[in-house]
């Protein structure tokens, strides 16, 4: 079943795009952090450095930083109601993730990732909320 595309009035563009950039702030930051400093960020969080992992981190964030530049420049194609939905999905489990990681030993990082996963889905709810899906 064809999904309908019921937001053309800008609607959900105008929610969606702050979303999207949210999540391209953090993900861009992320492929920063994990790229050029993944000693530091392990030191500020409860998981342990290992430069294999966090080389993944990074470059899996390049690959999501593309998807999210793309679709903040075309939001109005049928792939941002798909992509909205998963980066949603994403920011439960990574937010839940950051969450167990604090009650063994709160960290900034792991504080940062819960709040900042916390807003990300507030703000996609928000958008998918007035389209029809």
């Known amino acids: 079943m064809p999904v309908s595309m019921e937001w053309s009035d800008g609607e959900f563009v105008r ?5 999207l950039l949210w999540w391209l702030t953090f993900s861009v930051s992320a ?5 050029f400093t993944p000693r530091l960020a392990a030191s500020r969080s409860t998981w342990r450095y290992s430069a294999g992992w966090q080389r993944e981190i990074a470059l899996w ?3 999501l930083s593309t998807a999210l530049v793309r679709t903040i420049a ?4 049928p792939a941002s109601l798909t ?3 998963s ?10 993730n950051h969450l167990v990681a604090l009650r063994g030993k709160p960290r900034c990082v792991h504080a940062g990732g819960l709040g900042g996963n ?3 889905v507030a703000l996609i709810s928000r958008a998918l909320g007035g389209a029809r899906n």
């Open 15 to 19: 929610k969606l795009r702050p979303a």
């Open 31 to 35: 492929c920063g952090v994990q790229a």
């Open 61 to 63: 964030n390049v690959g």
């Open 74 to 77: 075309d939001p109005d194609e």
């Open 83 to 85: 992509l909205a939905h």
């Open 87 to 96: 980066l949603r999905v994403l920011s439960v489990v990574l937010g839940l």
């Open 118 to 120: 916390v807003l990300a």
